[in-house]
C-alpha cells in the first residue's frame, strides 16, 4: 500500500503517526533552538522544558516507528514502556499529556514551544477520534508497520 493509498483510508491513526512524526521534529528543533536561545538569558525554566520537549522527540521516535525498537540497543524495561503505548487510546493519552506539559511552557514565557504543543494535542486528537471511532491502529508501512520490522529479522 502506498503512502498516498493509507492516507485515502481514512483512518485517523493513521493521520495521527503521521503527525506525531511532525511533532517529532518540530520538538527536537524548537526545544534546540529555544536552549540555544534561552541560554543568553538564562531562562531556567524554558531551558528546562525545552530538554523536556527534546526527550520527548526521542520517546515520539520509538513509539511511531517501531522498527526502531529492534534494531536499536534499548534496554528490557524501555522496550516494555513503549509496547504499552500501542493502542489508539493510550496513545491519544501519551500525547495529551506531552502537549499539557508543553503547554505549562506558556505559564513562564510565550516561546516557539506552543508550535509543538499544538502539533501534539493535534496528534492525540487524531489518536482519539480513532479510538472513539472504534478503528483499529494501524501502522503505516513506510515507518515500520505491518510487517516491514518482520521482513529483516
Keep these: 500500500m502506498t503512502l498516498k493509498e493509507e492516507f485515502q483510508t481514512r483512518n485517523f491513526s493513521i493521520y495521527g503517526q503521521w503527525l506525531g512524526i511532525l511533532s517529532m521534529i518540530l520538538c527536537f528543533a524548537l ?5 540555544i536561545s534561552s541560554i543568553f538569558s538564562l531562562n531556567i525554566i524554558i531551558i528546562a522544558f525545552s530538554v523536556v520537549a527534546m526527550v520527548f522527540s526521542f520517546v515520539i ?3 511511531e516507528v517501531p522498527l526502531l525498537l529492534r534494531i536499536c540497543p534499548t534496554s528490557s524495561s524501555f522496550d516494555a514502556a513503549i ?3 500501542s493502542t489508539n487510546y493510550m496513545r491519544a493519552g501519551a500525547y495529551g499529556v506531552m502537549a499539557l506539559v508543553l503547554w505549562l511552557s506558556c505559564i513562564s ?3 516557539s514551544l506552543i508550535a509543538a ?3 501534539l494535542t493535534l496528534t492525540g486528537m487524531c489518536y482519539g477520534l480513532a479510538g472513539a471511532k472504534g478503528q483499529a491502529f494501524v501502522g503505516s508501512k513506510t515507518l515500520g508497520g505491518a510487517g516491514v520490522a518482520q521482513m529483516i529479522v
Design 117 to 119: 504543543a499544538v502539533f
Design 61 to 63: 521516535l520509538f513509539v
Design 31 to 35: 526545544g534546540l533552538s529555544n536552549i
Design 83 to 85: 509496547r504499552k503505548i
Design 109 to 111: 514565557a510565550r516561546t
